[in-house]
């Protein structure tokens, strides 16, 4: 499918050149805390700071991410500067639903990446109380850290406060069409309060934030068993099941590879933008085109099935990114055989000598729907 959004949001582009004005100030970062990164984005965005020389405190529970996904940055990455055993990173066990999960992490830090929530159907589905916990007392926590520290704040939203999408593309600027009380509600009513507290904070407390609305991500060390698309499609390929493709496969996704949208993080971080930016790839796949490709791929003879579509799964989803480019100079460049490709083949490696690619031991084997185009 064509990627028109250039074109068709110029006059968008330069309607917003207020905002445009914010123009990427580059900062040096000392401290980072990450929450929620030990997760699929998250440990990707560690590594990308700590391969910038800043200092990274993780903070995570483990509920949906693993110490695995950070386990390599433990001690990789000495400071020369310092005494040896003195690492850069260091890995915090907390719950940002509890009060005080922060108490234990440094104030020196002039950064702060919230990242911490369920982000796939299956986890937020399965923790709904706890998916608006850390998106309301979570986010408060961490907002409440980075105002202490005067540290710079980045939210990780979400394309889903846009709900089904009534225009198209999404712009910054359109304010969704969500169910506030259907099964999505609890993620996609979380991330739009986190919005809402994350612009009181600027406004009231004068917190330095920023907002990134991140569309469908995909990489290496996503979770095989969390029901995301593209690992359901990978998984069931390479175990040689049928791909469950949801509704007709005609609904729409615009997928970016984790690299990119880390890039866009920093960039985000490094800039003086407030936000709301969108952040993802303006090429925009099928369902089935998608499974399609993944069959291609992974050389696999596996058929597909169509399951019933889940309630409230948007139609379409596509970001108007040109205020991540004019205001940033962003814009996801890894074309989708290319991370396609990379995703493929890391799920070969990490998975094939652990026997779980084929099974009833392979995590999310036999669950319907696995393969649909819900969330991110
Ligand atoms: N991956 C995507 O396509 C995508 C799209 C839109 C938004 N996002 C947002 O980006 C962020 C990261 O998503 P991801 O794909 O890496 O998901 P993930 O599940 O891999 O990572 C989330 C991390 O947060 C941690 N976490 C959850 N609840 C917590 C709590 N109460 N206290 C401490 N840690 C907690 C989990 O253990 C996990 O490590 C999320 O905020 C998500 O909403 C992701």
Redesign the pocket.
């Known amino acids: 499918m064509a990627d028109t959004s250039e074109h068709a949001t110029s006059s968008h582009a330069s309607s917003s050149h207020a905002r445009s004005s914010h123009a990427a100030a580059s900062r040096t970062f000392r401290h980072a805390v990450v929450?929620?990164g030990?997760?699929?984005?998250?440990g990707h965005l560690c590594e990308a700071l700590l391969d910038r020389g800043v200092t990274v405190t993780c903070?995570?529970?483990?509920?949906?991410?693993s110490p695995a996904n950070v386990a390599h940055l433990d001690d990789a990455r000495l400071d020369d500067a310092r005494p040896a055993g003195h690492a850069r990173f260091h890995l915090v066990e907390?719950?940002?639903?509890r009060p005080g999960a922060l108490d234990a992490v440094p104030t020196d830090v002039d950064l702060v990446l919230h990242?911490?929530?369920?982000?796939?159907p299956v986890?937020y589905l399965s923790r709904p109380v706890?998916t608006l916990q850390?998106a309301s007392l979570?986010t408060q926590q961490a907002l409440d850290l980075a105002r202490a520290a005067g540290a710079r704040f980045l939210l990780?939203?979400?394309?889903e406060v846009y709900g089904d999408p009534a225009v198209h593309p999404q712009r910054e600027d359109y304010w969704g069409n969500v169910n506030p009380i259907g099964p999505r509600s609890v993620y996609d009513e979380g991330?739009r309060y986190a919005e809402a507290l994350t612009t009181a904070y600027r406004g009231a407390c004068g917190t330095d934030t920023a907002i990134a609305r991140?569309?469908?991500?995909y990489g290496p060390r996503m979770?095989a068993d969390d029901g995301r698309m593209i690992p359901a499609f990978v998984m069931q390929a390479l175990a040689g099941e049928p791909l469950t493709v949801a509704g007709d496969g005609s609904q729409t996704r615009s997928v970016c590879y984790v690299d990119d949208l880390v890039r866009g993080l920093l960039a985000l971080a490094d800039s003086d933008l407030p936000g709301p930016v969108n952040l993802g790839s303006s090429t925009e796949l099928t369902v089935a085109q998608i499974a399609a490709d993944v069959l291609a791929e992974t050389g696999s003879s596996s058929t597909t099935v169509f399951v019933d579509l889940p309630e409230d799964d948007p139609r379409r989803r596509r970001p108007d990114t040109s205020l991540a480019r004019s205001a940033l100079g962003w814009r996801a460049t890894t074309d989708w055989p290319t991370g396609l490709g990379r995703t493929v083949a890391w799920f070969r490696d990490t998975l094939a000598g652990t026997g779980q690619l084929t099974g009833a031991g392979r995590p999310g084997a036999g669950r319907a729907g696995a393969g649909d185009g819900l969330g991110?």
């Open positions: 929450t929620g030990a997760g699929f984005v998250g903070v995570d529970d483990f509920s949906s991410g907390a719950d940002l639903t990242l911490a929530s369920p982000a796939s986890a706890e850390v979570g990780a939203s979400t394309s991330k991140i569309f469908n991500t979770r991110e």
